[in-house]
């Protein structure tokens, strides 16, 4: 998100000018639409999420009060949306690590068709990584997930993080201190790709397709384009080390949003409806 240098842009964007505002809602379709895909496991639930955070952001634009920096003012819209989002595949199908620990220790993974539809196994392997550590996150309760993905994701520092979740910056450090060691506990017991345990993305590749978590013919995060945490997170204020862990969330990655987004965006705001709100 862009650093704080954006309140002449905001100013001009308040004033009515058009190019302000959509120069402020292009650099926020990136952090917004990956801290949805954080908190909701999927791509086509993260773009719907993100198209209505990005409307609430320009139609209250008005109400933005200048008493916290833009960027927190943002953050809160987006996290209260997205912790009360009952609209996902995850909302009504809850997870556990525990599942998840009894699949992969008792997965039949063996003795399976080949079901790759003639796509290269390494870029579904691929898939299937980032797929499947994404979807982990939905073991974790809302509030958990998003001080997870604020602080591994984000880097948020827990002065902005606490202002945002409405909570102490030391109750904030605590709290991200434990669910990264819950999230990095499982990954060296199960997980091979980064951790001690002996689950291989490359042998659950036909198992992925037959359970239906892994498409061959819709592979979103092989096919999308990686951006720098910098490009996304220009906040002011870096989240202090607080464990040494950082490492093993290495898969938590972003990603350009899809072109739908910005076109939806762009169309909203040439539309009759935006004229409404700027009349109102």
Same mark, same amino acid.
């Not at 954080?38 to 990005?54: C, H, V």
């Not at 809160?76 to 996902?88: Q, R, T």
């Not at 003795?111 to 996150?137: G, W």
């Given at each position: +998100?862009?650093?704080? !240098?954006?309140?002449?842009?905001? *100013? ?9 505002? /959509?120069?402020? #809602? ?25 198209? /209505? ?8 634009? &008005? ?22 989002? !009952?609209? $996902?595949?995850?909302? $009504?199908?809850?997870? &556990? ?21 003639? %796509? ?9 990584? +980032?797929? =499947? ?15 997870? %993905? ?9 002065? +902005? ?8 910056? /030391? ?17 060296? *017991?199960? =997980? ?6 002996? =689950?291989? =993305? ?6 992925? #397709?037959? &359970? $239906?978590?892994?498409?061959?013919? $819709?592979?979103?995060?092989? &096919?999308?384009? /990686? ?38 965006? !762009? ?10 709100? !700027?009349?109102?």
């Amino acid at each position: +998100m862009e650093k704080e !240098k954006t309140t002449e842009p905001i *100013e001009k964007a308040l004033e009515g000018d058009g190019e302000a505002l /959509e120069a402020i #809602i292009g650099d926020l379709q990136a952090p917004v639409f990956n801290l949805a895909l954080r908190m909701l496991g999927t791509f086509a639930d993260a773009e719907d999420a993100a198209q /209505e955070i990005l409307l609430k952001v320009i139609t209250n634009l &008005s109400s933005f009060r200048k008493e916290s920096a833009f960027s927190t003012w943002v953050f809160s819209i987006a996290v209260n949306h997205l912790k009360n989002y !009952k609209k $996902h595949m995850f909302a $009504h199908l809850p997870l &556990s690590f525990e599942f998840y620990g009894e699949d992969i220790r008792n997965g039949k993974i063996h003795d399976l068709p080949d079901l790759t539809q003639n %796509v290269e196994k390494n870029i579904l392997a691929e898939e299937l990584k +980032m797929s =499947c550590t994404n979807v982990m996150l939905q073991c974790l309760d809302a509030d958990s997930r998003c001080i997870f %993905v604020l602080g591994t994701m984000f880097r948020l520092d827990s002065r +902005m993080a606490g202002e945002i979740l409405g909570i102490t910056p /030391e109750a904030y450090r605590q709290r991200l201190s434990r669910v990264r060691k819950k999230m990095a506990d499982f990954l060296s *017991e199960y =997980c091979g790709e980064y951790g001690k345990g002996k =689950c291989k =993305c490359a042998d659950r590749i036909n198992y992925a #397709i037959q &359970s $239906h978590r892994l498409d061959p013919s $819709h592979t979103d995060y092989t &096919s999308a384009k /990686e951006i720098s945490p910098e490009k996304m997170t220009n906040v002011k204020e870096a989240m202090e080390e607080i464990d040494g862990l950082a490492q093993s969330f290495s898969f938590v990655k972003a990603y350009e949003p899809p072109e739908r987004l910005s076109r939806y965006i !762009k169309d909203f705001l040439g539309s009759d409806s935006m004229a409404a709100v !700027k009349n109102s």
